[in-house]
């Protein structure tokens, strides 16, 4: 990325934090948060906090970061190298990415390309291109059918924490990553002490992964009396499936049960749910990949996350295209581009800036 690309970044995202400062979430308990930022062009800065709102505007709006996070935890210091802070507890965080769910889609929109010579094909990404023996990197897009996965996986999971749970639906604030998936922050106070350990059965229970084998379930389906009781949790979704479609399946029970679960369940990150340190995007600010901001969801049938987060300006920019595929923003299609100068509404490049594959002219 060169310096005329950096200061123009940095220049649409500090136009963004100006105007737009309101839609900044920051957490009623900011003192106790630990938060931190990516420069364009440069490495995590850590470990910072801020006395209020204001405060921390500020420093947003001066830096003009790629990206802004804080964490879910709280602690006594935040501060202190993390051994030190003094953990307080952490809201309950789910991570879905349409990357991490299998859809057919992915073999028309995710390829690799040579970062030398820009050709471009089909995964598996080989090491090294075929054509000129430079780097090579994969490329993952993203379209309505991936898009709508995550949205209903993320419903799943409210699903899971208002039924199985017993989380207020009040309690789940919903949003779009600004990237390619759902972050849902559980706001349950019952959850705040949990350790990783029961965070990890929490996720797995979403993820429909501590349960027993399909075959066993089936053999106690099987024996289930017509019309009996459909239990609690995963038996009840389960039980509840196979009922209203047993009559017709045409395969067998232990299949129908698979089927029940792999409709059900909802692949969130269970690596994201268990760290109890991290630091997450907040709300309200922009991706560093995509200019497109962290957005809270109200109703999610309704999110378009093709639309709703794209909150750069539209002003023409010239610039420079390496290589990039075809994509959609904003209910416009563009490219695809190779090695070619193009002009594109602000929103549309930046998405190729941030990624490294143009710079302005
Ligand atoms: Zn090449
Ligand atoms: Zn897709």
Redesign the pocket.
């Known amino acids: 990325m060169n310096s005329a690309t950096v200061t123009f970044l940095r220049h649409a995202y500090k136009e963004y934090y100006f105007r737009s400062s309101d839609s900044i979430e920051v957490p009623d308990d900011i003192q106790s948060r630990e938060f931190g930022y990516i420069p364009f062009g440069g490495g995590m800065v850590r470990h910072l906090t801020f006395k209020n709102r204001g405060e921390a505007l500020v420093e947003f709006l001066k830096q003009s970061p790629s990206s802004i996070y804080c964490s879910n935890a709280r602690y006594e210091s935040p501060a202190l190298p993390i051994e030190e802070k003094g953990w307080l507890g952490a809201e309950l965080i789910f991570d879905i990415d349409?990357t991490d769910i299998p859809?057919h889609?992915?073999r028309?929109?995710d390829l690799w390309y040579c970062e030398q010579c820009h050709s471009s094909a089909k995964l598996p990404k080989p090491p090294k291109c075929p054509k000129c023996g430079g780097p090579t990197s994969e490329f993952h897009?993203?379209?309505?059918?991936?898009?709508g996965a995550a949205k209903e996986h993320a419903q799943r999971v409210v699903a899971f924490l208002t039924e199985d749970f017993a989380v207020s639906r009040e309690l789940v604030r919903v949003y779009f990553s600004g990237n390619r998936g759902y972050h849902l922050h559980v706001f349950d106070g019952r959850f705040d002490l949990l350790d990783q350990q029961a965070r990890a059965e929490v996720a797995d229970y979403v993820r429909g992964a501590s349960l027993p084998l399909s075959q066993t379930l089936a053999s106690t389906l099987r024996r289930r009396p017509t019309g009996g009781p459909l239990g609690e949790g995963w038996t009840r979704r389960i039980t509840g499936y196979v009922d209203e479609r047993r009559q017709t399946y045409p395969g067998t029970l232990q299949k129908l049960v698979s089927e029940a679960v792999s409709h059900q369940h909802a692949l969130v990150d269970s690596s994201v749910t268990t760290d109890v340190h991290r630091v997450f995007r907040l709300s309200g600010t922009l991706h560093g990949n995509t200019g497109m901001c962290k957005a809270g969801v109200g109703s999610i049938d309704d999110f378009d996350a093709q639309k709703a987060p794209v909150v750069l300006s539209s002003k023409p920019v010239a610039l420079k295209v390496d290589f990039y595929p075809r994509f959609k923003i904003n209910g416009e299609e563009f490219g695809p581009f190779k090695a070619e100068s193009v002009e594109l509404p602000t929103y549309a490049a930046v998405q190729i800036l941030t990624r490294g594959l143009g710079e302005v002219a």
């Open positions: 349409a859809t889609c992915k028309g929109h897009g993203t379209c309505d059918v991936c898009l």
